[in-house]
Structure formats: C-alpha cells, structure tokens
C-alpha cells in the first residue's frame, strides 16, 4: 500500500492571510489544522447506541442525531475555536480535508442506516443487536477519522466504498438473525 508523507501544511495552499501560529494553544492540530472535537459528534451517536441494550427509551434520542458535516459541526458548535477550525479546515491539504470527509461520510452513511432501521417497532434483543452491531462498526472508524486528523500518512489506494457497504449489509444480516 502507498503511502504519502505526514500531512504538511503548505502556504500555498491555504486561504489569504491565513497564519497556522494561530492554532497553537488551541485544540486544533497545529500540523494538520484539523481539530479532533468533530470527532464528538460520532461519539455521541456511539455513546447512544451503547446505552440502548440497557435503556430502550433513548432510542427517541438517538433517533434525533443528523450527520454534520466538519463545518456543520463547528458552526452549530459552542467550541472556543469555532470559526478557527472552520477558517483552517479551508486551509487544510487538499487530500487530507477528503480523507477525513469520506470516513465521515462512511460513518454517516452507517448511521443513517441504522436509524432508518430503528425507526420501525422492534424488540429489545433486536434493537441491541443493532446497536450493538454499529457501535462496533463505528468506533475503528472514529479511530481512522482521529489519525487523519493528528496527521497519520494517508493511504493512496482506491476508495473504501465497497467495504462500507459490505459493513452495512453485514449490520443488516446481523439484525436479520435476531
């Protein structure tokens, strides 16, 4: 597998005037611009899943998490740094910003799945089962999103798109058996 160099931030690449020494102190990756508080909107989701099988009724509650976009979040967020992270993610290697995009899309794309399969009324054992099946999903992949963003080398190899859809017909056989 080929890889590229540790995501580097180059002058030319970034909006007018934009100057990375703002992102020291901030919770903002000074060598990526990519700041791992978008993360938490994954978490969330993960966080409700994982409290199902234990508490049915937040089912409502995770039925009510959208998938965001990185700008999305920032801009609905009360994050310190909000229009910093947002001015940097402008700014940020061209191939890392899509790198970190396309695994949120995959993670989103699990997601919307998953509620739309909760949606109906389903038993207990059913709604663990799946819940259960797309927490485990999920978290490698919130694992990958936090690598791109603290600068791990990306992969030049072809798209995921075929394993998230094997992810997601797995998650969905999975269900099918309870």
């Not at 890889?3 to 990375?20: H, R, V």
């Amino acid at each position: 597998m080929a890889q590229s160099a540790p995501c580097q931030i180059s002058n030319d690449a970034t909006p007018a005037g934009f100057d990375f020494a703002q992102l020291k102190g901030t919770n903002i990756n000074p060598a990526t611009g990519l700041a791992t508080d978008y993360l938490n909107h994954f978490n969330e989701a993960i966080m409700l899943l994982e409290m199902l099988p234990m508490a049915p009724e937040c089912k409502d509650d995770f039925l009510a998490w959208r998938p965001m976009s990185y700008r999305e979040h920032f801009l609905a967020s009360s994050f310190k740094h909000r229009d910093l992270a947002i001015t940097a993610y402008e700014a940020v290697d061209p191939a890392y910003r899509r790198r970190l995009d396309d695994v949120a899309d995959q993670m989103s794309k699990i997601l919307i799945a998953t509620h739309d399969g909760m949606k109906g009324d389903l038993t207990p054992d059913t709604i663990r089962i799946l819940a259960e099946a797309t927490a485990r999903w999920l978290r490698p992949l919130v694992a990958r999103a936090g690598a791109v963003i603290n600068g791990e080398p990306i992969s030049t190899k072809a798209s995921d798109e075929p394993a998230l859809q094997d992810a997601i017909d797995l998650l969905f056989d999975d269900t099918a058996e309870a």
